[in-house]
């Protein structure tokens, strides 16, 4: 079955503790990225990669890092976590091609206190 | 980048049509326009997305005006299923990048 995975679903950490939410996806997708989805806001991008090693910042990429050594995982980071980070957060993954239907993993609750 | 206007909410009875309609007057030549949907605590899933020709699936139409400058989402009949925010978004055909607006909720009624 074609989808994107997120771990944890749901994490509570406190300010300054590190942490990363893994994302993988099972169909060969070029294209990853990370949202973070608050009250009032929508659904705003973090970071994007249309490739291995090939990374680049959204909207409102600040407090985060990502990688992309392999095609299939893109794990997002929080060095430093702040409570302003508290968020829902979906990782979605696309073919390349202009068009594409982007998939979307289940989201990731995130609480900082 | 280029934004959408949409309403903020609808109402629509079961088993009649639904148009969600969608303003992108600054919308790119190269620009895809793509709708996803939302249901509650699930991640945005995909409805159907066009460039200049109208588009027709299972789930969905999607009418896209000559000028390319507004849209309309049809669902040909509503279920309780259907009842969920949707996204009207631009795609940059180079970067992918997805702009999503505020959305229109859609509330479907027995």
């Known amino acids: 079955e074609a989808q994107v995975t997120q771990n944890p679903r749901y994490l509570i950490t406190v300010t300054g503790k590190k942490l990363t939410v893994t994302c993988s996806q099972n169909?060969?997708?070029?294209?990853m990225s990370w949202y973070r989805q608050d009250p009032g806001l929508g659904l705003r991008q973090i970071y994007y990669?249309?490739?291995?090693?090939?990374?680049d910042k959204g909207d409102v990429p600040e407090g985060y890092k990502v990688s992309r050594k392999e095609k299939r995982n893109f794990p997002l980071i929080l060095e430093s976590p702040s409570p302003n980070q508290t968020s829902l957060y979906f990782c979605?993954?696309?073919?390349?091609?202009?068009?594409?239907?982007?998939?979307f993993g289940p989201g990731t609750r995130l609480t900082v206190t | 980048d280029a934004k959408t206007t949409q309403p903020n909410s609808m109402e629509s009875n079961e088993e009649e049509p639904v148009h969600l309609p969608c303003n992108h007057s600054?919308?790119?030549?190269?620009?895809?326009i793509h709708w996803y949907r939302q249901l509650p605590s699930q991640g945005p899933e995909y409805v159907i997305h066009?460039?200049?020709s109208n588009v027709n699936n299972r789930m969905a139409s999607l009418a896209i005006a000559e000028d390319r400058k507004s849209s309309t989402l049809i669902l040909h009949r509503a279920t309780l299923r259907d009842a969920a925010v949707y996204y009207c978004?631009?795609?940059?055909?180079?970067?992918?990048?997805?702009?999503f607006g505020q959305g229109t909720t859609l509330q479907v009624k027995p």
């Open positions: 600054t919308i790119s030549g190269t620009d895809y």
């Open positions: 978004i631009l795609s940059a055909s180079n970067t992918g990048k997805l702009i």
């Open positions: 979605a993954s696309r073919r390349l091609q202009g068009g594409s239907e982007q998939y």
């Open positions: 066009g460039l200049t």
């Open positions: 990669s249309m490739n291995v090693e090939v990374t």
């Open positions: 169909m060969n997708h070029e294209y």
